[in-house]
């Protein structure tokens, strides 16, 4: 607790203030209003709960990306797990997923009919699962960035270990460097500069973000999750633009290293390779997924069960979309707390406990 502290003290956080404040000054006026983008769910919740947009100087916006694994998950993928549930399988999940609405029903809408969908706090309780039922086939939902690709996978070995063969996995996986380059690429969107998630470099390491650096001249910089953590990669942001710099910064050394975690990134490689992939919002983005190889597709739920999944058809009304590109903020949604509240929500925005509407919900002043 001590150490949490540390990155909560606000007298460092006063401190940091008047360094950014200081910093922005020198920017030239045209670079005004400036966008930075964070591209972390985690880093979007911690931003709303401790206030930090308001700490910042006029003319300096945070705005939060597509960081939320869930939020970014298609409909469509919604959909196929939707299918699966209602032929009988077993469907297991982490919690966030329950609620998310598909094209015409969620998961949580097939579960008060009957389906049987387990919620999982690790991925090793779907092992169990299919362990404790060999009668039944059990769809484990693997969605998610690099941070929660190789212990997803992971279950491949195990299950081969343990000899269970009910077990198969609906993937959705997703990258963060290729949609930072979609986003970039995109000339509706003007991100100055993009606050980089925490886990995923942790992953992939500080040196993922090279090639794009180089190629788009932005810069990047790596935070951690702490209130003071944020500040100082936001001060980091700023000094470099300042200096008309692009750069990779790593703010969050204790835990992220320019290569990253290689035991991961091996076990990733060894079940999967790069794959284009539906973005909700974003559309399809090149090599900005993964698939199971070919060696592993016994464990592939779409080969095992004869599915697809193609593309959902979303709320009409929900515009989640705008929201996870940075075009709009999530009390520009006119269902934003009337139609769409955490406990009725039309949009993964509202859903998940990393979704930027939730967070502007739970912690802004602009909820109606
Ligand atoms: S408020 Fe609800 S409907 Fe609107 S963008 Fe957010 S999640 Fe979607």
Known sequence: MKYLDGFRNPDAARR???????????????????????????????????????????GIELISGPGCPVCVTDAGYIDAAVELARRGLTIATFGDMLNVPGSAASLADVRAAGARIEVCYSPLAALDLACRQ??????????????????????IAAARRDGIRNLSLLVAFKLIPPALRALAADPEIHVAAFLCPAHVSAIIGADAYQPFVRDFRV????????????????????????????RVENQYSRVVRPGGN????AVIARHLEPADASWRGLGVIPASGLKLRPQAAEFDAEQRHGLRI????????????????????????????????PEHPVGPCMVSSEGSCAASYKYSQDRP
């Open 262 to 265: 290689p035991l991961a990134q």
């Open 134 to 155: 060999p009668d039944r086939e059990v769809v484990f939902l693997a969605i998610g960035f690099e941070t929660t690709v190789a212990p997803v996978v992971s279950l």
């Open 310 to 341: 193609t593309p959902g058809t979303p709320d009409r009304r929900c515009r989640c979309g705008d929201v996870l590109k940075g075009k709009r903020r999530p009390p520009d949604c006119p269902l934003f707390g009337n139609a769409c509240t």
């Open 16 to 58: 940091l203030q008047a360094e950014i404040a200081a910093v922005a000054a020198r920017l030239p006026p045209r670079r005004r209003p400036l966008h930075v983008m964070e591209v972390c769910g985690s880093h979007t919740m911690a931003i709303a709960r401790y206030g930090l947009r308001d700490l910042l100087p006029p």
């Open 219 to 246: 810069p990047c910089v790596i935070a951690g999750f702490e209130p003071l953590d944020i500040l100082l990669g936001v001060k980091g942001i700023l000094e470099q633009l300042a200096a008309g710099e692009a």
